[in-house]
């Protein structure tokens, strides 16, 4: 049964407006459902629904509401993950890959060994990196859709660290503290997951971030590509906390 998300407001006391113009699309010209054909819904917020599609126009379509539960997919545990940026397409299948791990959002940083330039086409790649976000967690049929923000500095990164219970930064160089260390000794609710570029994070990068009460951790013996040690650390994250 295919999945769609809408605003929390579109749900109404017995029926369900979708009037995303892709979405209609996709329901009418792709799929090529009919009225009669059931759906999934998403609120993006809390529930999930079974919903039987009543009309479709070029403008909206409703559906009717058979079945509400609160989502079954979509963990507790909230990690946001801040990825320094990655050349070439690295950073779709960090988003690909760490949406169906269920990270919760991905904040863009631009690091001291980031190679990618800021200029007046990065909006694009975020629009991108969203949608891939967007079809991922289709796919996986997770209860949000995890948000891609905008850039940011590792200076402004810093600032938001304050808002997690647990912050922490992969770093090769680490030999005493490994994530699995971490993760036996901490119960956290919210985690940020600090990610560096190809060329690494710098010691006074990590010492900033551990200054602010971030844990360097060692994520085993081999140094992992950069669009592999999110997703690597992050299924560790899960196996800890939510299996």
């Known amino acids: 049964m295919n999945r769609f998300f809408v605003d929390k407001s579109a749900v109404k006391e017995s029926t369900i407006e979708i009037k995303d113009r892709e979405d209609i699309k996709h329901i009418s010209k792709v799929l ?3 009225v009669g054909d059931k759906i999934e819904i998403s609120d993006s917020n809390e529930f999930e629904y ?6 479709i126009d070029s403008s ?4 009717k509401i058979l079945d509400k539960q609160r989502f079954a997919r979509e963990p507790k545990l909230k990690v946001s993950l801040f990825q320094s940026i990655p050349k070439g397409s690295k950073m779709e299948e960090i988003i690909q890959k760490t949406v169906e791990l269920g990270i919760y959002d991905i904040r863009p940083v ?3 060994r980031t190679i990618v330039i800021e200029n007046e086409k990065f909006n694009k790649k975020i629009e991108r990196w969203r949608k891939i976000a967007s079809e991922a967690v289709k796919q996986c049929k997770r209860g949000i859709v995890p948000k891609v923000h905008n850039n940011i500095t590792f ?5 938001l660290l304050d808002n997690y219970d647990l912050v922490l930064i992969p770093y090769e160089d680490e030999e ?3 994530i699995k260390d971490v993760l036996l ?3 956290p609710n919210t985690v940020a997951l600090i990610i560096g570029p190809e060329g690494g994070f710098s010691e006074s990068e990590v010492c900033n971030v551990v200054e602010r009460g971030g844990k360097a951790v060692s994520l085993g013996r081999t140094i992992l590509r950069t669009e592999t040690a999110g997703p690597a650390a992050l299924a560790m ?3 800890q906390y939510e299996l």
């Not at 079974?50 to 009309?55: F, G, P, V």
């Not at 909206?60 to 559906?63: D, G, K, R």
């Not at 200076?155 to 600032?159: A, C, F, S, T, Y």
């Open 32 to 34: 090529r459902l009919r």
């Open 50 to 55: 079974i919903a039987e599609i009543l009309s």
């Open 60 to 63: 909206i379509v409703e559906a």
């Open 110 to 112: 631009f690091s001291d």
């Open 155 to 159: 200076k402004e990164m810093l600032d």
């Open 176 to 178: 005493k503290t490994t």
């Open 185 to 187: 000794r901490d119960k």
């Open 237 to 239: 994250i899960m196996y």
